[in-house]
């Protein structure tokens, strides 16, 4: 089991080196990756999408049905967090530059390596939309993978923490979706009375 | 610019805004170019001016904002341009009314 273990870490430390070797071919690329990679481009554009979600749909029905999903995107992020705050409190993994001989072009984090917070984090915002709205959902699936992808190639991330980061947000959404199931009928209620309450009309666009 | 927290704050309100462009256009009618364009604009605007004018790959304990901060400051941010959309609609209603 040891051995597997350590042949899983040393793939790991390898995939890391491929895709991090490349890093000074093209200024460009590197600077992109900076941006792309960095905690506020991605999660900003994925909340952008949301707002727009919210406020998209004309017909009441539709409209509902959107922001319940907008919702359960909030919930399966709340709870992605949640599960890396508990994963950093039983393990802890160095950082890449701190192991191996990396190319770091970014800011040198501090806390666990292994789960990926920020790819939890986007993954997760993505997957309730991803699961309804096919379209949009490629779009920010694709941005997440972009920004998985950049954490790994300015060396800040091993692949595995990014996979780690994925899987988080895929049980977090089962367990958010089992949550929203549970209180679907007050959450319809809720968003009913907002949508419907001449109180809050001045509030609504 | 102003400091790394107004900087996100600003940048972010101007996103935001640019975005109820597109949303409230998309709603009201299917060819709203304009706003749609202006919408699209103010975004990109307000992603180059945050990245251009300082070096915003910082820790958050040399500068950068922590995730909590992030998401305070982004709620902030949407309210305010929430607010300044509903401004904008209640001043453009007035002028119709006064205008008729």
Known sequence: MQDFIYTIIDFDQRLFLVVNSKVGTFSIIDS???????????????????????????STLRRLKTRLT??????TLLVACLIVIILNQILFRERP???????????????????????????????PVFK???????LMLSSSLCLAFCRVYVGIHFPGDVLGGILTALVSFVFSTFLMNLFSKQLYLSLLIFEKWKGLKLVRL | MLGFHLDYYLCCVIAVSGLLFIATS????????????????????????FFSTDNRIINDY??????????????????????????????KKIIRTNSN
Request: hydrophobic share 55%.
């Open chain 1, 32 to 58: 992109s990756a900076r941006i792309i990679g960095s905690d506020y481009l991605v999660p900003v554009f994925l909340l952008l999408v949301l707002i727009f979600l919210w406020h998209k749909e004309s």
């Open chain 1, 70 to 75: 907008v919702l359960k995107s909030i919930l």
């Open chain 1, 97 to 127: 530059f701190n192991l191996i001989e990396a190319n770091l072009i970014f800011y040198a984090p501090t806390d666990s390596s292994f789960p990926s917070n920020s790819v939890a984090a986007v993954v997760a915002l993505t997957i």
């Open chain 1, 132 to 138: 309804t709205y096919r379209k949009i959902g490629w």
């Open chain 2, 26 to 49: 998309n709603r009201n009618s299917s060819a709203a170019v304009i706003p749609y364009c202006l919408g699209i604009i103010l975004m990109l605007t307000a992603a180059i001016l």
């Open chain 2, 62 to 91: 040399q500068g950068g904002l922590d995730a909590n901060e992030q998401t305070g400051l982004f709620a902030l941010s949407t309210l305010t341009a929430l607010i300044i959309r509903k401004l904008f609609s209640v001043g």
